[in-house]
Nanobody, 122 residues
Framework: QVQLVESGGGLVQTGGSLRLSCAASGHTFSGYSMGWFRQAPGKEREFVAAISLFGGTTTYADFVKGRFTISRSNNKDMVYLQMNSLLPEDTAVYFC???????????????WGQGTQVTVSL
């Protein structure tokens, strides 16, 4: 099993930046592709970004391309989401997740963190 703990969320103004972190433990981190998802109030959870086992491949949702960057450190068992040019519509709880296969669908991710709140004010 993999345990995931997110951090770095908070309140930021429109146009600001945040860096989310996700600490992994419990299993070989480099054996999992990692993803970030988000869920806004009253909406379904949606894919944000994914990164392959060693970081060679990344995928982004269209609505974050050019603004968000996913990265990972297998030495530190960490995955990050750098979020720039934040918009009010980015307000959501952000979750990191782990999958044995490189996928963007929610159902393919077996392990999830508890989430961290990101709020973007006008």
């Amino acid at each position: 099993q993999v345990q995931l703990v997110e951090s770095g969320g908070g309140l930021v103004q429109t146009g600001g930046s945040l860096r989310l972190s996700c600490a992994a433990s419990g299993h070989t981190f480099s054996g999992y592709s990692m993803g970030w998802f988000r869920q806004a109030p009253g909406k379904e959870r949606e894919f944000v970004a994914a990164i392959s086992l060693f970081g060679g491949t990344t995928t982004y949702a269209d609505f974050v391309k050019g603004r968000f960057t996913i990265s990972r450190s297998n030495n530190k068992d960490m995955v990050y989401l750098q979020m720039n040019s934040l918009l009010p519509e980015d307000t959501a709880v952000y979750f990191c997740a782990a999958t044995a296969r490189y996928m963007t669908s929610i159902s393919s991710y077996a392990y999830w963190g508890q989430g961290t709140q990101v709020t973007v004010s006008l």
